[in-house]
């Protein structure tokens, strides 16, 4: 069996501690080895214990310097990513880098550089495309029994509106939600996207004027291939996490649907009832979270290239603010005015 | 029971023998007392005895001049309704007139106020209204229980493209094809729509650009209650007619999905297979054509206003002029541009 | 066009009305010739003329008696059934008779005796055969591609049980509801069924104790080929009409779900909520009549065999001796102990 | 957090190591602490070792005798489980069996005493319950909204037939197979299951006659509650796994459905593909087979009873060992005659 994996963890709130806990339990290739986080404090230390690592820091530098590391994870705020990316190439360490990389793109280009010299690897969390249903209608759209192309739609809505402290620093409802579906959408046309047309509207909450966002919103979307695509978006559904796709191409039509909590069928005089979906993208992704981290781990011992790489990182950021852009002067947008 | 409203078919081609096949067979309050075709043949009267009509003219005339006669139902070509729909309302007979009544604005306001003057009924041929799948979801936004609607969808894929002289002559896809899609977004949402940015593109066949046409598009869609929403088409889906509706709502999402054949299953080493949605309008609306013929007779029988009316007639047509305005101008248009 | 076919219906109740209403509206190729019921009244007068009919009598002689009539419908009481049939045939008509033929098997026999000796067509009122749905998994078994049936099973509920004035007089749920099953298990399996094992209980209404029935049973089969299969039945599901089958094969398993009333879905944060089946089997098996009078028609105009013919009154009645038997003796009966 | 319970695991064949897996990588509150193979080999020490277990033994006497060990899991062939799970409760370390205990009533009593006089819990592998699907449907049945339980069906078919040398030691199928489904619809029902009435037959491979089996079977059930039920079980589907549940009740009915691969659909020319249900036991009662240990370990942490205790697995041999009598005498069984 291959050598397990060293990873140092930085940053250890809700999706660091997800990585850490998928590392332990079920990656068998990987352990952390180190943990290291800003506001570092006993049941942070109580918790990497418990996975069995004794470093913990308050400073990422301590990963950066332990030559015992082989790969970090960095998760995290945002506006840190790309420096923390720099510091891990340049130490010789592999990455694994939450979404977005950054909301600058000359900044996520140099810290792709970074890892691109240093012959690291770096892996971005798009974590949709390791979904067992999105990939195999990504499968299917590849495979020879679809033809080629015509219409991409996704449609991605969040069961409730995060708090309004939340939004503020979100950086709206393109770069923090979308972002995620305009790589779906790349994915799954296995095109890039040229140009985008975006409708917003506040239908949710008033507070999200404010801050200048919305809250639903729908993406027109142009390929390079010829093919057109759609995003529709909210920020309450209300009944779960709506997360389905749809790939319209020459000789038909592949769709995928929502995970449902369980199979059962309620039949009553009051009406049949069926599963609401899952409720958010902790239990919808569940699986496809340890799936990425096991294709990270497995590009490491076998050194394969990632195949969500910087690129994909870089698209999506640039997609999501040409989309911004889109809405706010009413007009198509090219990605290449972004870029 | 009430005295049988007597009817004037105009038009005996495939739209015109199927209102009068469902007259004859499947419409207890109306009989087809007359019908009128330019290319009138033995073939046609053997048809209309068949239903026990033995008036049969080349010349719509003969039906305005009759007073046996009740109301019209135009099924002619296009070119011809506005004219038709004038000539009955000052007649005094009662229009139902097929979509659409016109490409022409002016001339449709024209026949709309003819039928005002006249006090005659005039109701429109939207037949997706009276699908029962798509009515559940109007009634079920309309109710209270999902609050108002955020986005609106709506999925139109024809089976397969029409031949290219049909095409030709078609007017474009947004007229021909989407004009119902259009009328279908404003009966969901219950609210004007007030803006459309398109996407065309040409995927299926190359000859639809030589009639400056395209084959696979997608419209948004803006409402003037502030809900957003998304028409996807295609002329070729190939798996049968895919018609879906969906509306997300402040407390959720109603949606239909597409009539199968049957509710089979198999179950075989090599898959699990279900039956493809209807073919085409014929099998899947065929209920919905006679639905829409009932609730006509029943305005006449007992006074009552269509729900469908010429200003949806007209609406839909101004929406499909706008969206072909967006597409060839490359941004959002308003309809305001165009009525 | 063939010659339309005049038919003489007795008994102008729910079955027989609904009858004449498709005869009159749906089926091109016959007419309601003449009306018998002994409860004859005005309303039963009016429905007749409503139809175009208006020879309207109390006794059936007069039917039988009329040299323009080809064909009875017999939708009278059972007890009357074999009799008629027995008239009928003298008289040179084709029967259409309503199932079960007769609960005495020997005065079956003797009614099938009388339709062959006279050479005219026979069909028993079977509807569900008739059901694209049932239909399509019987073509699928009967075809090549899932081998030979193994299991066969039919589930059966009624939305809910019938008045006790009725289960008095039903001759009991083997009788009255499953003949329908034993017919469709064995239209499905393509073989005869030799030997039933039944359990029955009374869970929904204590009456049917005293009228020594049940309301919920279920009843294994045997079938000449080797396969075996299972019915069961409830006199209440409450939320509509349960029809289901499944035919699980060498090669897989075919089965069919029940027709909804629309496919609407509606997710909100209570819960999925979908359309119930359809109420009853004047919904469900709406289409259906309409088909096997077609075919009924059909033969009489082409001199073919009617699909569901006197054997199969014969033998779905024996079969449902059988399980009464075994109900009440606590052991398997064999099909031959009662025939 | 609770002391880890330190479990000996008897038995490294494929359920063993599934159980050791499981322990190891996704139930926090327990470790393997050795394994007991009697054909212990260097695959198997290394496979322990993998899970950091470096006590391998090949008799079990060494688990019994080591006090770090608090409990066993019991999963060697069947005749070994009545006298490991007496000699564990003798050494006061807590059990958990794999179903069957044995197939002697009298054994499983007395290795249930064992248990019982020592104190120690008790819980058999009844894996099916665990399933989230099933259990959402007994949740449903137990609470007020459904009423009382009226039929209770279970389908239950392996995707193929296992290999004759298998079939020779099984057992034959009811005990082998279906006593995992008489055990489903003991707690489906809520209620002791007091008779059966078996079919069986041959359809798929002649062989299992020579070992006086079959491969396909019916069982009808009565309940004590006045219910009745029927379970369907085929040794091959061929499109994977078949296990449904359903429970027609007093205010109607609860069922599930198979667990799919995936949720995608694939629309062509050629028709509509839905994915196969999961494969085989493994994968659909994946985390099944998880939360069955994490319920064990809890009762051992917190002094709590296990839901599926010694009686269940007393009774679901007996109602197997019934069904198998009643289809060698053609008649019907109670279970009170095999206990």
Chains 1, 2, 3, 4 share one sequence.
Not at 92 to 117: Q, S, T, W, Y
């Amino acid at each position: 069996m291959a050598k397990k994996v060293k990873i140092g963890l930085i940053g250890a709130g809700r999706i660091g501690r997800l990585h850490g806990d998928n590392i332990a339990n079920a990656v068998p290739g990987a352990v952390v080895e180190a943990v290291a986080d800003p506001f570092l404090n006993d049941a942070t230390i109580a918790w990497a214990n418990e996975m069995g690592c004794t470093k913990c820091y308050k400073d990422a530098e301590a990963i950066f310097a332990d030559p015992e590391i082989d790969a970090v994870f960095i998760c995290s705020s945002t506006d840190t990513h790309a420096d923390y990316m720099i510091a891990a190439a340049k130490a010789g360490k592999h990455v694994f880098c939450e979404k977005p990389i950054d909301l600058n793109l000359d900044k996520i280009r140099l810290a792709m550089k970074a890892c691109e010299d240093a012959k690291v690897k770096l892996q971005v969390g798009f974590v949709r495309r390791f979904d067992k249903n999105h990939k195999a209608v990504r499968d299917a759209v590849a495979s020879d029994m679809m033809g080629r192309p015509h219409i991409v739609k996704v449609t991605s809505r969040d069961p409730e509106e995060p708090p309004m402290e939340y939004v503020k620093v979100s950086g709206g409802m393109f770069t923090d939600m979308l972002v995620h579906d305009f790589d779906m959408a790349r994915y799954l046309s296995g095109s890039e996207i040229t140009e985008v047309s975006a409708y917003g509207t506040v239908c949710i909450n008033e507070g999200f004027k404010e801050y200048d966002d919305v809250d639903t919103a729908i993406v027109m979307l142009k390929f390079e291939s010829g093919a057109i695509g759609v995003i529709d978006g909210s920020r309450a559904a209300r009944y779960g996490y709506d997360q389905r796709v749809e790939v319209h191409c020459a000789k038909g039509c592949v769709q995928d649907d929502n995970v449902l909590n369980s199979s059962i069928k309620i039949s009553t005089v009051d009406g049949v009832q069926v599963e609401k979906p899952n409720w958010f993208f902790l239990q919808r992704y569940n699986d496809a979270f340890i799936a990425e981290v096991i294709e990270f781990v497995d590009c490491i011992q076998n050194d394969k290239e990632p195949s969500v790489s910087g690129i994909d990182g870089l698209m999506s950021v640039a997609i999501a603010m040409a989309a911004k852009k889109s809405l706010k002067e009413g007009r198509a947008v090219q990605i290449s005015e972004v870029l």
